[in-house]
């Protein structure tokens, strides 16, 4: 059963212009589903149109099957954390807890031991006295959560919740959220920009660009199998190459990058000599060595142009004779390589992915 069915969504603003386009999208109960795109996309319009908070120009929302297109938020079951948390300043986290309580008019002691329980699972419990200017950022993020939640709501909708922490901190709560999540069981869509945010906190992510859908799946599909050149490039890092189709064999084709650089890709449905095609390399797939012996089916010479180390990586941008810059990622090992150097780099045919440009 889908918990939430958007059909044929739209929302024009200013006239002719579409926030968001035709979208159709099926959440299942109990899925965790990430709108993932870059600013001004539609992501957040689209929370906010399940929310209630924005009607659609065209198009209906479904909620546990009932049509609530025009039906207002207060209505909808539905739990939202923002994104600078709103939450009272002038209520302490207790009293931030139990507003959406009141507000449904239950008695004070049901009241009272459910705002108990909600702080004793997100671990706040001590903070229940204290106001919210006097929490960390980590700790408001808790108390928004926890208010989202005592309502019992069918749904959690969250738009961008973790943006204002710093980088540890968002680790930690994504961590948090997504064993939350998992023990409540309760339907959550949450929007972010953030590309490794979606791939740790998804069931599913919906990739958005222009106010329309690109691609929806689970992560290791979107990363392992990108249906067009803007999703290979949002998600994660990736070598973009583009060339010429020399010759064509039974498993692969042979695509001429520039001058006399020729490299084996994956054989396109249709393939014709002089067509030219786009493909992408993850930079983990491709090895790099000093000595020109291939390791793998295709063999690169070019040289370090930049290095970046991560500890459990590096990074090393390589210039190739083509003039085309590739980045391969190298597992922390002995061997290391400097700006400048000669190198050899290879790939295997099917680590090369047809893309459509």
Known sequence: MSSVELRHLSKSFDGDRHAVENVNLSIHEGEFVVFLGPSGCGKTTTLRMIAG???????QIFIGGEDVTRVPPRRREIGMVFQNYALFQTMTVAENVAFGLRQRRLGRAAIDARVDDMLRMAQIS???????????????????????????PRMLLMDEPLGALDQKMREIMQVELKQLQQRLGITTVF???DQQEAMSLADRIVVMEGGKIRQIGAPTELYERPNSQFVAEFIGKNNILTGTIKDVSNGACIVNLAREVDVAVQRPINPRRGESIVFCVRPEHIDIVRHSTASM?????GTVEQTQYFGNRTHYLIALESHKNVLVEKARSDESFSVGERVGISWNVKDSLLLDA
């Open 297 to 301: 089916d295709n063999a690169v010479v």
């Open 53 to 59: 908070f924005e009607f659609p120009t065209e198009g």
């Open 126 to 152: 001590a903070y229940r006295d204290r106001y919210p200017a006097e929490l960390s950022g980590g700790q408001q993020q808790r108390v928004a959560l926890v208010r989202a939640l005592a309502i019992s």
């Open 191 to 193: 929007v972010t920009h």
